[in-house]
């Protein structure tokens, strides 16, 4: 019993500890960002790899979740012959929440694992001390530029997710199921608030954005600089980064939507 | 003594450095002089922490006590610009080359260059193919990091740390799993960048016979203490057992074959524990 | 870097697909559109009751959108509510003496407002008040008349 106490107390001291390493390691990574202005190369180039290469991923699972979305709806919707208000249960399901939530999901089992490989095996192989060696502070040239790229291309891709959903829930809802095409957009353009719905959508990704890669980098940062450890390392992003997500989207979700 | 004579023209002073990781001491009261154009090697078995050392010199690591001192500085009292200007004056050559994975041969020796200058693409090219054609492999220049074989990657490292002309260069096992070809260009390039460019140069390895080759001076270490230093000769005929051991490479010895253990006999006849 | 000119272009690419997508999004789905030229006039209307009515609620005539619901509130003396709605510009010859009901759209679907106009050469114009109302139907209400009415017919 005392051993269970014992472990426990290691645990958590263990567990502060490492979110007070990752607050700090956030904190040098922010103050890198202003370093990048001079050098939008830098960005470019990660730009490339965060975003670019999540691209496909994220634009044929919206297309296919838009579209089971338009499925599911128009046979509960038709039930209770509200078939019209399909494209509202599909824009804001997928703005307010699919858009921003699997879009992330995919991003950090896509590009944050990656990350962390990335970083973690650069740690591997001495190249981040290689670097601090010729004076190179690995942070401000190697984290911050990902962690820019991160943040820039959340929102972008939760957007598109959200943008071909939709596409996809109207292509089977009027396209294959006969929903009327003007009422589909009408009633979606009624209920859709720009404020309510799209820009909290946008912050909702703005921050799941932020958390999914600061933990990506931050686990491939301070990884156990071994193939095992840096395997172990992507694990954790990933499982890390749903929780986060999910447990943010939750209370985001009451922040924004609660007072209705 | 001669002592006074070697810590005033040395380029890194060690006094009474400790260092552990976490239960383990690492080193305890080490102090050593690494002096200015010569070649000083670090010798010792592995996992004395002789790349610990390394850090610890070039500030990487904090000592729990006593102070490395190089070109005049506490290396650990420095401002981290001070210590970032100290570190583009120092070379350091990691065991695995620790090249820029995502670059090709060019632009990771020209990487230094263009973190720390401003010069012109055209004067970086310049420059970067001197320092290619230094260690032979300006033909190279397009190559990734992966189509490099193990000694092509360390030279390659190696016209990197170079690169900003540097003061002093700190080796870490560098002819660690090399072929005989590769060991023997890699001896040879120490030697000549020594030479050529008045490098000080310090190197941690315990290749016994190709450190002895080159050193001017040599430092046994073991268990956080310094067994025996001199010069390569006077390590060869050294009176201690334990570097004769280190030297000779005997299988027993003052470090004995057998990890501590009770007696063979009383293992054997206890059965039925596991342990 | 020898691709870097294709991988800008991707890069590119992607930036400005992203923000096609946030703009279709704030454009095409949201309401954000209807803002955009909201030229047009406020009316109001007195109602016993407003139910489910809410801002931005439609306000439509013959079934056609012509405006929506810009605010709601309670007046203490009358204990009436008040619906102030914004008509779009084009739609400037509304009858003063038309109608306003509040109507839902199908059994379960939002409440609405719906203009019936009537016949006067008068239009509404800016601040006009709508005298003719007829109350939202709650629901709840009328299946407890309904109930209790077939609980008598019963009896």
């Known amino acids: 019993m005392m051993e269970f106490f014992q472990t426990l107390g290691r645990n958590t001291r263990s567990s502060f500890t490492k979110l007070g390493r990752a607050t700090f390691f956030l904190l040098h990574t922010l103050t890198g960002i202003i370093g990048l202005l001079p050098r939008p190369r830098l960005l470019i180039n990660q730009l490339y790899s965060v975003g670019v290469l999540s691209f496909l991923i994220i634009s044929i699972s919206g297309l296919f979740v838009g579209m089971v979305l338009g499925l599911q709806g128009y046979y509960i919707l038709s039930d209770f012959g509200a078939e019209e208000t399909l494209g509202v249960m599909v824009a804001a399901s997928l703005v307010r929440e699919l858009g921003p939530v699997v879009a992330a999901l995919l991003f950090a089992g896509r590009a944050g694992s990656a990350l962390t490989a990335e970083i973690g095996l650069m740690k591997a192989t001495e190249q981040l001390s290689g670097m601090e060696m010729m004076a190179v502070d690995p942070i401000k040239r190697i984290i911050s530029p990902r962690f820019l790229a991160g943040l820039i291309s959340m929102p972008l891709l939760a957007g598109l997710f959200s943008a071909i959903g939709i596409l996809g829930g109207q292509l089977v809802g009027s396209g294959l199921l006969g929903v009327d095409d003007g009422a589909y957009w009408s009633q979606m353009h009624a209920k859709i608030d720009f404020y309510d719905d799209i820009v909290n959508g946008c912050i909702k990704s703005l921050v799941f954005g932020f958390v999914a890669t600061w933990i990506a980098l931050f686990e491939g940062y301070d990884a156990i600089p071994t193939s095992e450890g840096v395997s172990r390392a992507t694990t954790r992003t990933v499982v890390n980064s749903a929780f986060s997500i999910l447990g943010l989207d939750f209370i985001l979700t009451a922040l924004m939507f609660g007072d209705d | ?275 | 870097m020898q691709h870097s000119s294709t991988q800008d272009t991707l890069v590119g690419l992607f930036v400005a697909a992203g923000i096609a997508g946030l703009f279709f999004l704030a454009l095409h789905v949201s309401n954000l559109g209807s803002f955009v030229e909201q030229e047009g006039y406020t009316i109001t209307a007195r109602f016993e009751n407003s139910g489910g009515l809410k801002i931005k609620s439609p306000v439509s005539a013959a079934g056609v959108k012509i405006g929506q619901v810009s605010d709601i509130s309670f007046d203490l003396k009358t204990y009436e509510s008040i619906v102030k709605m914004r008509i779009n510009a084009q739609y400037n010859s509304i009858p003063d003496d038309t109608t306003a009901s509040i109507f839902t759209a199908g059994l379960l679907g939002e409440q609405y407002v719906s203009l019936e106009p009537g016949g006067s050469n008068e239009y509404l114009k800016e601040n006009s008040t709508i005298e003719i109302t007829q109350s939202a139907i709650i629901l709840e209400k009328a299946i407890g008349q309904f109930l209790f009415k077939s609980a008598e017919e019963k009896k």
Request: charge should be neutral; charged fraction near 20%.
């Open chain 2, 1 to 275: 003594m001669g002592d006074s004579f070697r810590s005033q023209n040395s380029l890194v002073a060690v006094r009474g450095l400790s260092f552990s990781r976490g239960e383990n001491k690492i080193f305890s009261d080490v102090s050593m002089d690494f002096e200015r154009g010569k070649i000083t090697a670090i010798m010792g078995p592995s996992g004395t922490g002789k790349t610990t050392l390394l850090k610890l010199i070039g500030g990487q690591l904090q000592p729990a006590q006593g102070t490395v001192t190089v070109d005049g500085s506490n290396v650990h009292r420095l401002r981290r610009s001070q210590l970032f200007n100290l570190r583009k004056r120092i070379g350091m050559l990691f065991q695995s080359g620790a090249l820029l994975m995502d670059m090709n041969v060019f632009d990771n020796v020209a990487f230094p260059l263009r973190e720390h200058t401003q010069l012109p693409e055209s004067m970086i090219r310049s420059l970067v193919l001197m320092k290619l054609q230094a260690v032979g492999l300006r033909g190279a220049r397009n190559l990734m990091p992966n189509e490099l074989s193990g000694g092509m990657a360390r030279r390659v490292a190696l016209a990197r740390a170079i690169a900003l002309d540097p003061m002093m260069i700190m080796y870490d096992e560098p002819f660690t799993g090399q072929d005989p070809i590769s060991k023997g260009v890699l001896v040879h390039l120490i030697k000549s960048l020594n030479i050529t460019l008045g490098l000080t140069t310090i190197i941690v390895s315990h290749d016994v016979h190709e450190t002895s080759a080159i050193a001017d001076y040599i430092y046994v270490v073991s268990d956080g203490k310094v067994m025996g230093e001199g010069t390569p000769s006077e390590i060869q005929h050294s009176s201690s057992e334990w570097v004769q051991q280190f030297m000779d490479g005997t299988a027993d010895g003052p470090v004995h074959f057998h990890y501590p253990a009770r007696e063979l006999q009383d293992d054997l006849m206890s059965s039925g524990k596991r342990y």
